[in-house]
């Protein structure tokens, strides 16, 4: 499994960063980069104003890493699962839920660190949320039906795309969601090759040929992103979002 770098320290902070971080704090020195800060929120409520669901729903987070997309969730549907193959990641997001903050370093320059205090707003209901650490590939059994699934920038990052995909319409519940993104950055290291979603066709058609028949693709859209690196460098992504339905 190539998910180490998600166990590293390094890792941790700059998703605790990325997630729970202010535009200040992730580009200091990028105004023009902070309209992608907040990319965690973001691709919950830009898809969210998009549906229509049923009350008190429920939903699931697939590689949900640090957890600020899966608060999100809880906003608005009743129950929340959310999984990710980090463990660090997990034990992270869980100790968000329990204390709402968390105080972490991140590389300003060099060997220098700034160090910041994250917090979780206070008025997101966080105890709908379920963490646990698993594989997105291999989903345990008896997860139940979902009204809504998130797949936020996984799906270019696990070993074996298409058997994650293929769990997919046994999660969603008729008439519910799935929502990906992703910037369709496929390497070696996360996946071999062949298992590649895009083999020159495109990902958007290769993940219509996978969701077919149970799934219709309603509505794809931009959705930029940014993560710092250090003080001075950032890096600025545009994920493309679609919204599937089940049939
Ligand atoms: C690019 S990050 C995106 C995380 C988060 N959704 C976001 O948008 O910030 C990819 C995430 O997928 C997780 N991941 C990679 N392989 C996985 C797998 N097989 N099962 C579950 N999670 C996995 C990583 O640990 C990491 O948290």
């Known amino acids: 499994m190539s998910t180490s770098f998600y166990e590293t320290d390094a890792a941790l902070a700059q998703y605790l960063l990325f997630h729970y971080g202010t535009p200040e704090q992730i580009c200091p020195l ?3 980069a902070r309209g992608a800060c907040g990319f965690p929120v973001r691709c919950v409520t830009e898809p969210l104003a998009r549906l229509t669901l049923p009350p008190a729903a429920r939903a ?10 899966s608060f999100e969730l809880a906003r608005t549907f009743g129950e ?3 999984l990710d193959f980090s463990a660090r990641f997990i034990t992270a997001a869980q100790t968000m839920q329990r204390e709402g903050a968390m105080t972490i370093r991140a ?5 220098a660190l700034d160090e910041f205090r994250l917090t979780l707003p206070g008025d997101v209901p966080r105890e709908r949320v379920q963490f646990r650490q698993g594989d997105a590939c291999a989903l345990p059994p008896n997860l139940g039906l979902f009204d809504l699934v998130l797949l936020a920038n996984l799906i270019d990052r696990v070993p074996d795309p298409a058997r994650c995909l293929a769990q997919l319409p046994a999660l969603v519940a008729p008439g519910g969601w799935l929502v990906i993104t992703s910037p369709y950055t496929w390497l070696e ?3 071999p090759r062949g298992k590649w979603l895009d083999q020159g066709q495109g990902t958007l058609t290769s993940l219509r040929a996978h969701l077919a028949p149970g799934f219709r693709l309603a509505e794809t859209f931009d959705l930029p992103m940014v993560i710092r690196d250090h003080h001075r460098k950032a890096q600025w992504t545009v994920t493309e979002a679609s919204l599937w339905r089940r049939g």
Request: glycine letters at 12%.
């Open 30 to 32: 990028l105004p023009e």
């Open 107 to 111: 590389p300003r320059e060099g060997i």
């Open 80 to 82: 929340v699962m959310a």
């Open 189 to 191: 290291e996360y996946t």
């Open 60 to 69: 699931l987070d697939l590689g949900c890493a640090v957890g600020r997309s």
